[in-house]
């Protein structure tokens, strides 16, 4: 038995690690500047040139995002493996299509820097002057910081040049500079190696990358800090879990205590109208989807609209925490009402429909024959003999309770609009917040592979005939 | 994964004993749908449901199906398809004013004379079905509302046919498509049947590795600049040549000895673990996250996110019937004549195993749509002018006064998924041994 217990939690570690590699690499595919999602609202401090940089370079660096995003990457020898060092996602996108067209990283590698200087020279020239050809010549560099295709560099290249030969006190300090970017990307273009491209080539970043720092952090519990509001992301999550984890227990408990008798008694009696009419109520229960219900219940019983304004609005309420506590016991109650309502009818539908046919899968067996032959009271014959043994479906749907569980939570957070786990998920898929996202996704994972492996336990522990240990297949 | 209990599984002495009655398998299983009066009418539904999704443009359209202007005729709903297509352009005078300005001799009108996007500034702000509506006529008046822009509800809903059984269609189809590849390989091979030569494999990894650099690092830049589609048709040429080019060389290299080695791949063990790694994360968390990624949403790729993630359920129920179908009689009589393992996989072993998986198609396909209008209900993954069930039932949640916003969409995804559902069950049981009489 712990034979195998250790054979399936080892098991589940290439599953992680394929999953954690998954996550990563769909954070990296991901558009957006994680850096840019946290520098919101630093905007006069980018003002200043050399001091947005600062800020930029530190905030990167307390992401982490200034190290090589892997152990290794395969690209082609055009590519420098120092690319990673160019910290500013935009920048280090637009360089690499230049080097896609061209080859060749160190006349680019001179021409970006080329750029970068032209735009310190510029912010010195504005301290003194601001003017309409200015910002023309400032803009067409802002663009050229973004631009890769020969025809638009070319032009807005001329595009600078013009402008400043209108204006006297400009030339004499930009035309040289300006002269020298242009010559520098004509070296680009002239010293193009496109062989290079297809040469391919595997770096070697080492150890010190984000991923392998994301993961061992992970290891070690700490799940990092959010882009969005640079929170700790097990706060953020430990404050969601509990709506979570409250409302779900309520909804599952309500439907376990239903289902149960409900899908037996629906069994014993096959055929009745009893039978009939909970199938079939049932059944529409479970293709009815819990996010039409909670916008149905959330449009009709939450607003005076229709005159039926028997429940609060979403959300949790807003009592102080200085109020009595019953108080808000209450207030909060009378919000959760209908989210559990909606999060317990699919579940009660699913778990009597199993509990049913279990059900009916052990009175059709020859020792219930039995069981009656010898006389036995039908409540011995039911809850004794029959009952037990036709629990294995309800135990196997612990394996498949949480997926499902998280499912429903998503639809009904989001429409109660309830902070917990479900939308919390939302929240940070739209916002890109990865740091969230990524440690979801490996809590999910660990949590779906635990409920089944405790699935499978409780299915030996429940039925004598199954063993793990010794002769498999 | 149990071991110890067997599920317990019926000979299908039934279907033998109609068989020897001349009986086909089919007749048996059609007699025993028939049976489920609900399954069938939900098979009846569900032709009514293809029907609008095909013929969506020609019953809610804001162009008009036949119109005379001047003497001269026009067929707009049909030209649509040949602008479409690029086969055609509009006459000028359609440009310049909106279908409902033209003075027509002669009109014949869709059903629904609106498209789902036709904003009608004279009903907006969620005009209810009862409501006066400032119309000219009856024909033109908005049966099931319309919203904040005045978009026809009932446009919006035949719309939103055409997108659900579209997204049931094809992510089932990619889903089906994979499942029952890897769930073939995985079957029919076990951990033991699959034997390569040393030199095939290690061919094939330097061959997969090169054509990941080539159709696709390399190709970066060509991606970002060019049509998606294009660039990936020519992707996937580099990669059919390269591998192709590869196990050529491997089948030319086999013969000298050490290189041809043979080795036991144990496929089963490793289509498993893919299985695994894709289920453990919950469906809808894994699409939201691949959604993420992608910068300019369309139905598309929701419809082939989907089908990537669902094929498992298909792949397990193929893998255990191969298991079951690959030590029978007739496939070792197939051997035994020589056939090569890939006919015998797909001309002799899958179609015996294909019955069960209609089965977790139709389940299938109940889920997709569900889960498309959920994501369309968050407004995740699908272009914002995009009219579906989902979409609407979202505006429902902005004005809580407009409740048909909140019925008919709801209804409609509603009635789409249990019919699905109904159809599964009425198949299980078709298909179910036990249950002949």
């Known amino acids: 038995m712990l034979q195998y217990l250790l054979k399936r939690v080892l098991i589940f570690i290439p599953t992680l690690l394929v999953i954690s590699l998954l996550a990563f690499g769909l954070s990296k595919v991901a558009p957006g500047d994680p850096v840019e999602l946290k520098l919101r609202g630093f905007g006069p401090d980018q003002q200043n040139l050399s001091n947005a940089e600062r800020i930029y370079r530190e905030t990167a660096d307390f992401l982490g995002l200034n190290k090589p995003a892997f152990y290794l990457g395969l690209s082609p020898a055009a590519y420098p493996d120092t690319l990673y060092n160019i910290l500013r996602r935009d920048h280090r996108e637009n360089l690499s299509k230049l080097i896609a067209q061209y080859g060749n990283w160190e006349p680019i590698s001179a021409y970006y820097h080329q750029l970068l200087r032209m735009n310190y020279t510029l912010q010195e020239v504005s301290s003194q002057q601001e003017s309409n050809t200015f910002r023309g010549i400032r803009s067409a560099l802002q663009q050229l910081f973004l631009t890769h295709s020969d025809i638009r560099i070319s032009s807005l290249l001329d595009e600078a040049e013009t402008l400043a030969a209108q204006d006297s006190n400009l030339q004499a300090s930009l035309q040289q500079p300006l002269r020298e970017l242009s010559s520098s990307y004509e070296a680009v273009k002239e010293k193009a190696r496109p062989e290079l491209l297809y040469l391919p080539d595997i770096k070697w970043y080492g150890l010190d990358n984000q991923y392998h720092n994301w993961l061992a952090g992970f290891l070690k519990l700490d799940f990092g800090i959010s882009y969005y509001d640079s929170r700790p992301v097990a706060d953020k999550m430990k404050d969601a879990l509990f709506w979570t984890v409250l409302i779900n227990g309520m909804a599952i408990l309500l439907a376990y205590l239903l289902s149960i008798p409900l899908g037996v008694f629906s069994a014993i009696w096959k055929g009745s109208f009893f039978d009939r009419a909970s199938t079939i109520t049932l059944f529409i229960l479970y293709s009815l989807p819990s996010f039409w219900i909670g916008t149905m219940l959330l449009v009709f019983f939450t607003t005076p609209e229709y005159g039926m304004d028997w429940f609060p609005s979403i959300g949790l309420g807003n009592l102080p925490r200085e109020a009595p506590f019953w108080s808000r016991f209450r207030e909060t109650a009378s919000h959760l009402g209908l989210p559990v309502f909606c999060l317990a009818y699919g579940a009660l539908a699913f778990i009597s429909r199993q509990m049913r046919g279990g059900m009916l899968n052990v009175i059709r067996q020859d020792y219930i024959r039995t069981a009656w032959a010898k006389g036995l009271s039908s409540r011995a014959v039911i809850w004794k003999h029959a009952f037990r043994n036709s629990l294995f479906p309800i135990i196997t749907l612990f394996a498949n309770i949480f997926p499902a569980v998280f499912a429903g939570s998503v639809a009904i957070e989001v429409i109660f609009n309830i902070p917990g786990m479900g939308k919390l998920t939302i929240d940070a898929i739209t916002q890109r917040d990865w740091p969230v996202v990524y440690t979801v996704l490996m809590l999910s994972a660990i949590l779906t592979m635990a409920g089944i492996l405790i699935a499978d336990l409780l299915y030996a522990w429940a039925d004598p005939r199954v063993s793990y240990s010794r002769n498999k297949r | ?437």
């Open chain 2, 1 to 437: 994964m149990l071991i110890g209990v067997k599920k317990e599984k019926d000979t299908a002495e039934g279907i033998a004993r109609r068989q020897a009655m001349g009986e086909s398998y089919w007749a048996i299983v059609r007699r025993q749908f028939r049976k489920n009066r609900l399954a069938v009418w939900s098979l009846r539904l569900l032709y009514l449901l293809l029907f609008i999704a095909l013929t969506a443009d020609f019953i809610a359209n804001e162009r008009p199906l036949y119109c005379r202007i001047d003497g001269e005729t026009y067929f707009p709903v049909f030209k649509q398809y040949a602008v479409g297509l690029g086969l055609s352009t509009w006459e000028a005078q359609f440009f310049q004013k909106g279908w409902r300005e033209h003075d027509y001799e002669k009109v014949v009108w869709a059903p629904i004379p609106y498209s789902a996007t036709t904003i009608d500034r004279k009903n907006n702000n969620y005009r209810a079905p009862g409501d006066k509506q400032n119309i000219q006529s009856w024909r033109f008046r908005h049966w099931l509302g319309t919203d904040q822009l005045g978009r026809d509800v009932g446009a919006g809903m035949i719309a939103g046919t055409r997108i659900a059984m579209l997204v049931g269609v094809v992510s089932m189809s990619i889903a089906a498509i994979i499942g029952i590849f890897f769930g073939a390989l995985a079957g029919y091979f076990g951990d033991d049947r699959f034997q390569a030569s040393l030199i095939g494999l290690i061919l094939n990894t330097a061959g997969l590795l090169a054509s990941i650099f080539y159709a696709f690092t390399a190709r970066a830049y060509a991606f970002s600049e060019g049509t998606f589609s294009i660039e990936l048709l020519k992707s996937i040429g580099i990669t059919v040549a390269i591998m192709s080019l590869v196990n050529l060389l491997a089948r030319a290299l086999r013969r000298i000895p050490p290189l041809g080695k043979p080795i036991t791949l144990p496929l089963d063990i490793m289509v498993m673990r893919l299985i695994e790694v894709i289920s453990s994360v919950p469906a809808l968390l894994l699409v939201l996250s691949i959604l993420a990624v992608i910068e300019r949403p369309s139905i598309l790729y929701v419809m082939a996110i989907i089908g990537l993630i669902r094929w498992t359920g298909i792949a397990r129920f193929i893998r255990a019937e191969l298991l079951r179908i690959r030590s029978l009689e007739y496939i070792e009589a197939a051997q035994a004549l020589g056939f090569s393992e890939w006919r015998i996989i797909f001309r002799h072993a899958i179609p015996n195993a294909l019955t069960p998986v209609l089965i977790t198609i139709a389940f299938g396909v109940a889920s997709a749509i569900l889960l498309e209008a959920f994501l369309s209900f968050l407004s995740v993954g699908v272009p914002p002018e995009q009219v579906t069930w989902g979409s609407l039932l979202r505006l429902a949640r902005s004005q809580v006064s407009a409740w048909w916003l909140a019925i008919f969409p709801g209804f409609a995804i509603f009635l789409t998924v249990t019919i699905f559902n109904l159809l599964g069950e009425g198949l299980t049981d078709a298909l179910d041994p036990r249950l002949r009489g």
